[in-house]
């Protein structure tokens, strides 16, 4: 498995950015997927889930409503568009393949991709 | 609101015994697997334990878990300086919609 992020970079509040997560070494449209951050020096804080097949979406209350998640099974990739960014979504980003095709628990990681909010 | 707590540090001699907790506020805990992770500082997390007491290829048998009412343990056996890390436990919580729910992380000191 392998799960390769991009898109990271530095933005000022209020502006958008969108990461991307291409994966490889496993069936990409047969299992669920998630978007895991983790502010410097602070612990995991799960951000986004979608389904197998996009049909079943969750966020976590801090972004809900800012924050939109999809993928596209053609390209084997899994997107996380980030609007209105504040500097507590300052963060490493990792995308994560869930253990099945349904809600669960990440079991495989990327490296993350960096995100940075600041004027 | 459905929360895993781990005490934020553990700390063993090397060869020692290190066993860290993960308590739930709630029996959900025993509807859906529970994972543990383990990070070095500026990596990425890794899987150390999957579906509450199995072992990816790679790891360890010195690294094992367990998962017993609203509790999980994960032990270290014969702890060595190369374990020092963070280790996080998770699990699926769909009593409202949905979210993988982390517990705040356990750092873990071999002294």
């Known amino acids: 498995v392998q799960l390769v992020e991009s898109g990271g970079g530095g933005v000022q509040p209020g502006e958008s950015l969108r990461l991307s997560c291409v994966a490889s070494g496993f069936p990409f449209s047969s299992y669920a997927m998630h978007w895991v951050r983790q502010a410097p020096g602070k612990g995991l804080e799960w951000v986004a889930f979608?389904?197998?097949?996009?049909?079943?979406?969750h966020f976590a209350d801090s972004v809900r409503g800012r924050f939109s998640i999809s993928r596209d099974s053609s390209k084997n990739t899994l997107f996380l568009q980030m609007n209105n960014l504040r500097r507590e979504d300052t963060a490493m980003y990792y995308c994560?393949?869930?253990?099945?095709?349904?809600?669960?628990?990440?079991?495989?990681w990327g490296q993350g991709t960096l995100v940075t909010v600041s004027s | 609101q459905f929360v895993l707590t781990q005490p934020p540090s553990a700390s063993g001699t090397p060869g020692q015994t290190v066993t860290i907790s993960c308590s739930a506020n709630?029996?959900?805990?025993?509807?859906?697997?529970l994972y543990w992770y383990q990070q070095f500082p500026g990596m990425a997390p890794k899987v150390l334990i999957s579906?509450?007491?199995r072992r990816p290829s790679g790891v360890p048998d010195r690294f094992s878990a367990s998962k017993s009412g609203t509790s999980a343990s994960l032990v270290i056996n014969a702890v060595r300086s190369a374990d020092e890390a963070t280790y996080y436990c998770a699990t699926w919580d769909d009593t409202l919609t949905g979210r993988v729910l982390f517990g705040g992380g356990t750092k873990l000191t071999v002294l």
């Open positions: 709630r029996s959900d805990i025993e509807l859906n697997y």
């Open positions: 994560a393949k869930n253990y099945g095709a349904y809600g669960g628990t990440p079991d495989a």
């Open positions: 979608v389904s197998y097949d996009g049909s079943n979406e």
């Open positions: 579906r509450n007491d």
